[in-house]
């Protein structure tokens, strides 16, 4: 469990939504007004390189507010929610020492989970037989999970071969169900975004799915517009397909099938845009479904400086 902050230290923020909801620059403005530094909760801006396919943020918005958890691993390392965990909460007491507020903000649930209630009793990764499971047919996979784990299989994304991977490691590695070590997890989520005071510090951001789609759409487009093809290209070149889990994050994959001829750019700018309205939705079902969060919906037309408003004013209750 992560440890309760002292009296003096300032208490995190949290701030989670799907993909291209807008949460990275309501994110900066509430850093500069709350004097706060930004923790990223997005499992693939760990690693360094992959910048537009991931909207990393640039250069210039990092020199307007400190970000951590950016560019903390390599293409050819594994990286999970434990390191997460531990880089976090070393992120955080640093933040803390200089009488700044955490700000975490991102899109990746399990990350926002494993930090607040802790990671129970899963083995760490095992290098060797994740190699050997991330070289067996996903269908293996399921078959296997629902034979050993049918809790697990009942409710896990089967399209995320990351999540199935990790699900049967631990699984081979404990003798146990993957759902036997999640139930080390808080049972009371409800109290997880809440102060000792019952101030609410959890903020979750929608938009109406009309207004999501079109920012999505329009995020796609500015991807390419930006390069994804020759990033893609160069990661390739240094091992990307190598990795598994980097390989998932969507935009990377679907370029790679590209490059390889198997579609034309026009058509991988479109499933591109499918993929990621298909990802924004399971984020929003997955944040419903496990955590306690106050949600802002945010209208077309606002401003992120509005939002922020919003936002501040219940965090300073």
Known sequence: MTPEPLASDPAPLFLAGPTAVGK??????????????IVSVDSMQVYRGLDVGTAKPSAQERRRVPHHLIDVAN??????????????RAAVADIQSRGRVPIFCGGTGLYFKAFLEGLGEAPPADRRLRAELETTPLSELLRELEQRDPATFGKIDRRNPRRVIR????IRLSSQPFSAQ????????SKSGERPNGARIF???TRQTADLHARINARVDDMFRNGLVSETERLLQRGLADNRAAMQAIGYRQVAEHLR???SLAETIELVKIRTRQFAKRQMTWFRRQLDVTWIALEPAEQAA??????EAVFQC
């Open 306 to 311: 509005s939002a922020a408003n919003r936002i």
């Open 261 to 263: 001829g198997e579609r």
């Open 75 to 88: 293409l050819n390392e594994l990286f999970d929610a434990a390191q997460f965990v531990r880089l976090a």
């Open 167 to 170: 699900a049967v490691e631990v």
């Open 182 to 189: 999640q139930a080390a997890w808080s049972s009371t989520s």
């Open 24 to 37: 990275s620059e309501i994110a900066l403005c509430l850093a500069e007004r709350l004097k706060g530094e």
């Open 203 to 205: 903020f979750g951001l």
